[in-house]
T-cell receptor, first 115, second 115 residues
């Protein structure tokens, strides 16, 4: 069965600093990988996804992530944090168990951005 | 383009009661999925509906049931409510069942509290 581990339930950075949110997955087949962001009292918004092809994926709001099969990782980065990036971030995987129809989410990382 | 809308936004029910949550899919989307997000956790897949049929189910008991209508709107029904059913229920629509090229678009959720 697939699973997702997000290291660090809370991450705090200064405005302008590098953002690094960690995600490791387990999967018996090549996975589809996603990052979603959730602002308070809202649903989830897709930041970026990896299905096939280029392993470095660029998303919205300046975020990017790199699929590293050997490390089973899909870490999310942004070179320079902005106050508006403060939110909860979820990594998710979809693979063969569900016919690639459903997502298994990690438990989330809350990003704080200090002025 | 109208996004995914859910109603009601908040709901309080008593243990043992039944509840119906509603979702209107994004225009042009024929697939709807429901997720349960407990406080402090990532969302968990309940089930998916495609062309009015259940098309995949997560690890939830039969008292969780759903419907999809010809206009692709959807309902989630939960019978015999338990305290642990208290959560944010998220509806997500997509162009097709597979997540390969059809990402999920989430609504803002219904916050259910069971007392």
């Amino acid at each position: 069965a697939q699973s997702v581990t997000q290291l660090g339930s809370h991450v705090s950075v200064s405005e302008g600093a590098l953002v690094l949110l960690r995600c490791n997955y387990s999967s018996s087949v090549p996975p589809y990988l996603f990052w979603y962001v959730q602002y308070p009292n809202q649903g989830l918004q897709l930041l970026l996804k990896y299905t096939t092809g280029a392993t470095l994926v660029k998303g919205i709001n300046g975020f990017e992530a790199e699929f590293k099969k050997s490390e089973t990782s899909f870490h999310l980065t942004k070179p320079s944090a902005h106050m508006s990036d403060a939110a909860e971030y979820f990594c998710a995987v979809s693979e063969g168990d569900t016919g690639r129809r459903a997502l298994t989410f990690g438990s989330g990382t809350r990003l704080q951005v200090q002025p | 383009e109208t996004g995914v809308t859910q109603s009601p936004t908040h709901l309080i029910k008593t243990r043992g009661q039944q509840v119906t949550l509603r979702c209107s899919s994004q225009s042009g989307h024929n697939t709807v999925s429901w997720y349960q997000q407990a406080l402090g956790q990532g969302p968990q897949f309940i089930f998916q509906y495609y062309r009015e049929e259940e098309n995949g189910r997560g690890n939830f008991p039969p008292r969780f049931s759903g419907l999809q209508f010809p206009n692709y709107s959807s309902e989630l029904n939960v019978n015999a409510l338990e305290l642990d059913d208290s959560a944010l229920y998220l509806c997500a629509s997509s162009l097709q069942p597979s997540l390969y090229n059809s990402p999920l678009h989430f609504g803002n959720g219904t916050r259910l509290t069971v007392t």
